[in-house]
């Protein structure tokens, strides 16, 4: 069966993400002042073939470990669904 893996890949909370410093002082320029913090991370898209649910969140968690998250600066989540 074919599925899709939704893989967020966001900075540890515990580290400080310049990027979203940078966007949230922007916002803070244009006169959005609500906003209170920004986190800027990354989302993949993984489409494979397996022959079931479990074995495609494994796949894509396996794929997460070893290549697209860095354990000790990034932290993930990944949602697979069928199509």
């Known amino acids: 069966m074919k599925y899709t893996a939704h893989i967020n890949i966001m900075p540890l ?3 400080l993400d310049p990027q979203g ?3 949230n002082n922007s ?3 244009l006169g959005i002042a609500q906003v209170q913090d920004v986190r800027i991370g990354k ?3 993984l489409n494979m073939e397996a022959a ?3 074995e495609a969140t ?4 396996e794929a997460c470990k070893k290549l697209l998250a ?3 600066m990034e932290t993930f989540d990944c949602a697979v669904v069928e199509g």
């Open 52 to 54: 079931n649910k479990e």
């Open 13 to 15: 909370k515990e580290l």
């Open 70 to 72: 860095n354990p000790v």
């Open 21 to 23: 410093k940078a966007v």
């Open 58 to 61: 494994k796949l894509a968690q």
């Open 27 to 29: 916002l803070h320029n």
């Open 43 to 45: 989302h993949v898209t």
